[in-house]
Nanobody, 116 residues
Framework: QVQVVESGGGLVQPGGSLRLSCAAS????????MGWYRQAPGKQREMVAT???????NYADSVKGRFTISRDSAKNTVYLQMNSLKPEDTAVYYC??????????WGQGTQVTVSS
């Protein structure tokens, strides 16, 4: 059974930094893509950043230049380094794992709050 578990959320002041981690466990093979999505109150879930097992990345325009996604393929783990955080980055951040075009597995989510 595949599980996806996030960690690293919290409260940070505007301009600050946070690092999220996500580990996928269980038995799976093949080419995967892991990514981070977020959902703010009253809004739809949106893609933040994704990375393939081979290291190809994709970012939402709103986070380009501020967020960096990376991975440790041997550990099926991805990280999201978030710098220059803004209040509008406040949301629940979800990690995903997919083998096709849409996420197959989701984590439970971790809250990120940017506030002074």
């Amino acid at each position: 059974q595949v599980q996806v578990v996030e960690s690293g959320g919290g409260l940070v002041q505007p301009g600050g930094s946070l690092r999220l981690s996500c580990a996928a466990s269980g038995s799976f093979l093949g080419v995967w893509t892991m990514g981070w999505y977020r959902q703010a109150p009253g809004k739809q879930r949106e893609m933040v950043a994704t990375i393939t097992r081979d290291g190809i990345t994709n970012y939402a325009d709103s986070v380009k230049g501020r967020f960096t996604i990376s991975r440790d393929s041997a550990k099926n783990t991805v990280y999201l380094q978030m710098n220059s955080l803004k209040p509008e980055d406040t949301a629940v951040y979800y990690c995903s794992l997919r083998f096709g075009f849409v996420p197959d597995y989701w984590g439970q989510g971790t809250q990120v709050t940017v506030s002074s």
